[in-house]
């Protein structure tokens, strides 16, 4: 609801004729004491005596199909992450195993094969051996990918740190994790808000490397009274002055989708000195962190 001083000052450019019509959501109250949401078109017809000119539109139904949107949305994202639990889980279990039991093998052939006479079949085993090793690499890089077991072993901050560390050595760009290293931190978020928040971060390192021209990036996580909030800050190029999200930004809306179904607000910036920050913030269980 607006007061009168709010509402001046929310008007002011229309009686500057900076702008001219002002779209704002605010809450309106029935006759009956009842409020419902409401979206506001508001216009300064101009003559002698200046008057504006407000459609009201009731929003209801709209700001509860958006609820509901976030809510499938969510579910989706908890039906995606145990799928690729699931998965992960059936590819160390079967796939891994066997792998690594015929790389067992070959080795062992390798090791039978050192004679002189054997030296063409000793280099197949040994072509065998160095294919397998990468085959071996490939299946926990997919596991890990699928699903991060380091977090759900030792937790969000240890998951960042590997996460920094793997993304400085792939991309070459310094990845640098920082945090107020409150240990029960973790403890007041959900499965639900450590995966996310992972993915996010996850999601923006993958957008500096593809986008950015950094060369360096920060990653922190801290408690700010009832929430958490975690950024992340390059240092590259930034967005251009007035950019919006593009449809095809299929990263930064699955962000936004992903803070949103948590009940949390996420901010794209570029801050003055250059560079790109996203800004994360979730809130916390019960609004303060569990003993």
């Known amino acids: 609801m607006h007061t009168r001083e709010s509402f001046e000052a929310q008007i002011a450019p229309l009686r500057s004729g900076e702008q001219q019509m ?11 004491g009842t409020t419902y949401p409401a979206e ?15 459609v009201v539109q009731d929003i209801t139904e709209r700001d509860r199909a958006a609820s509901q949107l976030r809510e499938f949305t969510a579910h989706l994202q908890t039906v995606r992450e145990e799928e690729k639990a699931s998965i992960a889980r059936e590819v160390h279990d079967d796939l891994g ?40 690499l490939a299946t926990r890089r997919i596991i890990t990918d699928l699903r991060p077991t380091i977090l759900d072993e030792i937790g969000l901050m240890a998951a960042l740190k590997w996460q920094c560390a793997e993304f400085q050595k792939r991309s070459g760009i310094k990845c640098h994790l920082s945090s107020d290293e409150n240990e029960s931190l973790e403890d007041s978020l959900d499965k639900l808000q450590l995966i996310n928040l992972f993915r996010i971060a996850q999601e923006a ?63 794209f910036d570029t801050p003055p000195e250059g560079g790109f920050s996203v800004i994360v913030k979730l809130p916390l269980l019960h609004g303060s962190v569990k003993s």
Not at 40 to 54: C, Y
């Open 22 to 32: 002002l779209l704002f959501e605010t809450v309106r109250r029935r006759k009956d």
């Open 40 to 54: 506001v078109r508001l216009q300064l017809m101009p003559g002698d005596s200046p008057v504006f000119l407000a």
């Open 97 to 136: 195993s066997t792998l690594a039991a015929l790389k067992m093998d070959a080795y062992w052939l390798a090791g039978k094969l050192e004679a002189k006479e054997m030296q063409t079949l000793h280099a197949c085993a040994k072509s065998m051996t160095a294919l397998l090793d990468n085959a071996v």
């Open 205 to 267: 390192l993958t957008n500096v490397a593809r986008h950015s021209g950094a060369s360096k990036v920060e990653v922190d996580l801290r408690q700010h009274d009832k929430k958490i909030a975690l950024t992340i800050t390059d240092n590259g190029r930034g967005l251009p002055k007035g950019h919006t999200i593009a449809p095809t930004s299929y990263g930064m809306r699955g962000m936004r989708e992903r803070v949103e179904s948590l009940q949390g607000k996420i901010k």
